[in-house]
């Protein structure tokens, strides 16, 4: 019996990139593929993204498109996906706007991945109300659609944590109604949470340290190329160091054995190669290709179809649409059930 209803959301400040489709992306098409769920929703948050981008609308806008290409490039399909723009589904915002009664603002001020992101925006002084309820709103995404799987990356597990005590309050104040939902995070636990090329924050469109999948060729040579490894690995025969070493780390999220013998035919895995740059006597430069290769075989069909896509923007427009009609068909239905909770629809006899 199928139950599960799938969905998932991206900001679009940006394309998206290798962090985006190890974490969430790889997932969503798996689920996708093996079809057992109701109903499954990919959806572009933009008006998540003006609660730290009100200032500059364009970027928002021009990524709405950038986002959706990226989605059906890495293999999202519109037939069995519903895609959907956010600030098109007006009950989204109704939702929020109830659920910020439920929580409290020193209960916003602890969740972690805000904290970490309004430091990282300089946000400290200067905190937008709407930037800081994001995860009310993300709530709303959720419980809107009576999703009970999630999949996304580590920073999503204290939003989720957040939409379910919403959840729990609001059930236990007007009855149940709405229900919970879990996360799925990717098995390799790098992927969760993938590091950017500068090696220290996680790879993220605001921080400008991603490979992105819409890089060319050249672009990804470019930047594996001069990605950080270990400072102290001056000399081909010194002893390196792995922890912290990006380029083996994004070895460790998507090397598999076969890239060893198409690539790399000199070693049978990465522990092989790993024991070698442990010991000394092998230089940055060997990995650093077979990096890019290892990346360049993920991402050169994506980059491909992306580029074919792009050609046809009218057809992206209509994904969007269509998406967007249907998943505000379901909206509608839910918020009914929603506001007759909350002792909210005063008037059988009113039907807009
Ligand atoms: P922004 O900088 O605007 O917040 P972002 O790069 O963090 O953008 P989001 O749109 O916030 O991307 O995230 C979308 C989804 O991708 C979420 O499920 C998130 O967990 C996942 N994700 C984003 N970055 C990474 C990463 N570096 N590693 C694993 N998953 C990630
Ligand atoms: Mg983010």
Known sequence: MKTEIILTGDRPTGHLHLGHYVGSLKNRVKLQNEGNFDKMYVFIADAQALTDNYDNPDKVRENIREVALDYLAVGIDPKKVIIFVQSMIPELAEYTFYFMNLVTVSRLMRNPTVKCEMHEKGMDESLPSGFLNYPVSQAADITLFNTTLVPAGIDQEPMIEQANEIVRKFNSIY??????????????????????LDGNCKMSKSLGNCIYLSDSEEELRKKVMSMYTD??????????????????????????????????????????????????????????????????????PIREKRLELAKDMDYIDKVLIEGTKKARIVAKENIKKFKKAMRINYFDSYDE
């Open 175 to 196: 009855g149940e109604t709405l229900n919970e939902c879990r996360i799925l995070l990717p098995d390799n636990s790098i992927c969760a949470r993938l590091p950017g």
């Open 231 to 300: 400072p102290n690995h001056i000399k081909v025969e010194d002893p390196g160091c792995i922890e912290g070493n990006t380029v083996f780390t994004y070895l460790d999220a998507l090397c598999k054995e076969e890239d060893f013998k198409e690539f790399l035919p000199e070693y049978h895995n990465l522990d092989e190669l790993k024991a070698h740059y442990k010991k000394g006597g092998l230089g940055d430069v060997k990995i650093k290709k077979f990096l890019f290769n290892v990346l360049n075989r993920e991402l050169k």
